[in-house]
């Protein structure tokens, strides 16, 4: 059984999500849907799919010869580390 109270909402965000202030109506009419809605099934396609990423990856990898798997954790590390100092997190 589904229940409303598993569902969080942050109000602080509500007007950055809907674009405006949320009116009471609004706000009342969602919650009443979220407490009667059935959660949602998981889907078949992307059950399929997530599958396939699971078998293609290490397949890929089998296929990529060592210089080249190099060559893209090369590439990667370098889009990773390239960043402004800025925009990395600052960690105390």
Same mark, same amino acid.
């Given at each position: 059984?589904? $229940?409303?109270? $598993? +569902?969080?909402?942050?109000?602080?965000?509500?007007? #950055?999500?809907? %674009?405006?202030?949320?009116?009471?109506?609004?706000?009342?009419? @969602?919650?009443?849907?979220?407490?009667?809605? +059935?959660?949602? +099934?998981? !889907?078949?396609?992307?059950?399929?799919?997530?599958? %396939?990423?699971?078998? %293609?990856?290490?397949? @890929?990898? #089998?296929?990529?010869?060592?210089? @080249? @798997?190099?060559?893209?954790?090369? #590439?990667? !590390?370098?889009?990773?580390?390239?960043?402004?100092?800025?925009?990395?997190?600052?960690?105390?």
């Amino acid at each position: 059984m589904y $229940h409303a109270s $598993h +569902e969080t909402f942050d109000v602080t965000n509500a007007s #950055k999500l809907c %674009g405006g202030p949320v009116d009471v109506n609004v706000r009342a009419f @969602r919650v009443v849907q979220a407490a009667i809605s +059935e959660p949602e +099934e998981p !889907n078949a396609r992307k059950d399929a799919a997530r599958k %396939g990423g699971l078998v %293609g990856g290490p397949s @890929r990898a #089998k296929s990529l010869s060592a210089e @080249r @798997r190099t060559q893209i954790a090369k #590439k990667a !590390n370098r889009a990773r580390w390239s960043r402004k100092a800025a925009e990395l997190p600052m960690t105390e």
